[in-house]
């Protein structure tokens, strides 16, 4: 089982042309995603080779969607192209809407992803390495080669911190592992993810990455004493961060004890979630649970 993306779905990859389109569709055929198409409007009717597979170019998403059935697509264009593109995928019906971009402007992010909710079109992002399902398919810029599947969910703020803790819990493996970015402003939360583990009955134990800024940890935290009956093991990056200073992502900014690595753990503590002082040791921690 798996949340989200299954070697069932069909992937469009919006920008799928442009050099790090090119890169990351190479690399999602390669951990065996079935994309079906790209798009791109100037480039329609023509295919691209990757290797030993020949991946057609469309003129929009409604076109791709009408020809190849897909139901997911992934964002590679430029910030000031990043709005358009999502209302596009969501004016044509598509159920899944990836933005890999960095650096779109937060009224932007707002504006589309608005849209996009209002239409049933779900969006992970942006600013986000995508999610990958191990042994099924790979959607973004995970790499597919360092776990396999297993037991554990994982929901991340944290791309690095993401690829981290599948390395470090490689020989437990994943069902699927989101990476829904660190923007103030986001698609796919911590608790929508949190609710899609819950109900996935392979899914055992889920681990939650979080970084300082905002309270969205704070808000995963009620949500699990409501409503999640699994374990769940957290990790928590930014102790050493300096108030008053974003760090990293847009969306990682303390101001007083507002946001603060110390304010999550203690309220995903005070829920009975175990929160590690490092990765090591929260993979230490998860471990120490599964065996149990």
Do not use: W
Request: aromatic share 4%; proline share 5%; with cysteine.
């Amino acid at each position: 089982m798996a949340i989200h993306l299954t070697k069932e779905s069909k992937v469009l990859v919006q920008g799928m042309t442009g050099a790090v389109g090119m890169h990351h569709t190479r690399r999602m055929l390669a951990a065996g995603t079935n994309v079906v198409g790209g798009v791109n409007p100037r480039k329609a009717g023509r295919t691209v080779d990757f290797d030993d597979r020949a991946v057609p170019v469309f003129g929009s998403v409604r076109d791709a969607m009408d020809v190849t059935g897909a139901d997911v697509t992934v964002v590679f264009v430029p910030p000031a192209l990043t709005q358009a593109a999502v209302i596009e995928a969501a004016d044509a019906g598509i159920g899944l809407a990836v933005v890999i971009t960095e650096g779109v402007p937060v009224h932007d992010s707002v504006a589309f992803l608005s849209y996009a909710k209002e239409r049933g079109t779900r969006v992970i992002g942006p600013n986000c390495p995508g999610l990958t399902t191990p042994g099924q398919s790979n959607a973004g810029i995970i790499p597919a080669d360092i776990t396999k599947p297993g037991r554990i969910g994982l929901v991340s703020k944290s791309g690095t911190l993401t690829y981290q803790l599948m390395y470090e819990l490689r020989d437990i493996g994943f069902s699927t592992c989101v990476g829904i970015g660190g923007d103030p402003v986001v698609g796919t939360t911590h608790i929508d993810c949190l609710a899609a583990f819950e109900d996935d009955p392979d899914t055992e134990l889920v681990v939650l990455i979080g970084e300082i800024g905002g309270d969205a940890e704070e808000r995963a935290a009620a949500y699990i004493e409501r409503s999640v009956s699994k374990p769940v093991v957290a990790y928590i990056a930014g102790f050493t961060a300096p108030e008053g200073k974003t760090m990293g992502h847009a969306g990682a900014i303390v101001s007083g004890s507002s946001g603060t690595a110390q304010a999550k753990k203690t309220a995903l503590e005070a829920v009975g979630v175990r929160v590690g002082k490092t990765p090591t040791e929260t993979a230490r921690l998860v471990l120490d649970l599964l065996a149990k």
